[in-house]
């Protein structure tokens, strides 16, 4: 699944660029680089009918273990997650995501998309007395996956952001879709 992204900051990506520059404005520290579960991240939430860049700990608290993924299939059945679902959606940006191979040697691999320098993974939020926090949705892994992982992230496509944030019934609709096709390299 999804245990580790990242954000490549110094990408000359423009889209990425301007995501930043709103995180920033936040004032509050987030992380780029490789991102692991409980750090503070840069997230796109619905705010007033409009997009908002923000910053959200990476994880569910509460329960014995940080919840840092949640089955789309059924976190609408879920009390942990259905509420989050209907009401409180997230587009997590990357510039790609990290699973290791166990076959054999233990090896990771960087997993991004041919079509987009940028990726944007489907979560949901909560709010919390330390401030929000988020999980990413995971789905049946894809054929570029499954040599890799049996599931992966909730891939989003830029048009796809508006709408999943926006309408809860073009979200639900989003998780059943087989995900976007991905390149995969061997990270250092």
């Known amino acids: 699944m999804c245990g580790r992204y990242m954000v490549f900051d110094d990408a000359e990506i423009p889209e990425l660029q301007v995501l930043l520059r709103h995180a920033r404005s936040t004032g509050l520290p987030f992380a780029t680089g490789e991102v692991f579960p409980s750090d503070p991240a840069m997230v ?71 079509t987009s320098p940028l990726l944007y993974l489907g979560g949901i939020w909560r709010p919390s007395p330390e401030g929000g926090q988020f999980t990413i949705l995971t789905t049946a892994a894809n054929d570029s996956m499954r040599p890799y992982h049996h599931r992966m992230p909730v891939l989003l496509s830029p048009a796809d952001v508006r709408p999943y944030l926006a309408e809860v019934q073009f979200a639900q609709n989003l998780l059943l879709q087989t995900p976007l096709p991905l390149r995969c390299e061997r990270a250092p």
């Open 44 to 114: 796109v939430v619905q705010q007033d009918g409009a997009p908002l860049v923000t910053v959200m700990k990476w994880g569910y608290t509460g329960s014995s273990r940080l919840l840092i993924n949640a089955r789309a299939e059924t976190a609408a059945e879920k009390p942990t997650f259905a509420t989050d679902l209907a009401l409180r959606r997230c587009v997590i940006p990357t510039t790609g995501f990290f699973e290791w191979s166990h076959h054999g040697e233990k090896q990771k691999y960087l997993f991004s998309l041919d």
